[in-house]
């Protein structure tokens, strides 16, 4: 079992920058991919960025390309997501999640490989 706790959601304006944390206890977190997915209000849940258990190959979605990056310390087992040049339409739940192992420079990209996920924390981008 994986617990995941999500921290540094908020309120902040268009261009601002936030940071997501992602801490996971239970089992070793280095033998894990980890993703961060949102969830906008009305749509469905979609991926925002993944990344292998090293941190060495990472994905991000086109929307979010060259704004949002991706990493991990594995040795405070915790994912980050750095968001940048923020956008109203940014505005959702964000989620981490975390999926078994699958290869090296595995980052999974479908909701259903992923076998634990957070609460959720809040993101709110104001025009």
């Known amino acids: 079992q994986v617990q995941l706790i999500e921290s540094g959601g908020g309120l902040v304006q268009a261009g601002g920058s936030l940071r997501l944390s992602c801490a996971a206890s239970g089992r070793t977190f280095s033998g894990y991919a980890m993703g961060w997915f949102r969830r906008a209000p009305g749509k469905e849940r979609e991926l925002v960025a993944s990344?292998?258990?090293?941190?060495?190959?990472?994905f991000h979605a086109d929307s979010v390309k060259g704004r949002f990056t991706i990493s991990r310390d594995n040795a405070k087992n915790t994912v980050y997501l750095q968001m940048n040049t923020l956008k109203p339409e940014d505005t959702a739940v964000y989620y981490c999640?975390?999926?078994?192992?699958?290869?090296?420079?595995?980052?999974?990209?479908?909701?259903?490989?992923?076998?634990?996920w957070g609460q959720g924390t809040q993101v709110t981008v104001s025009s």
């Open positions: 999640a975390a999926a078994r192992g699958n290869g090296y420079y595995y980052t999974p990209k479908a909701l259903g490989e992923y076998d634990y």
């Open positions: 990344i292998n258990w090293s941190g060495s190959s990472t």
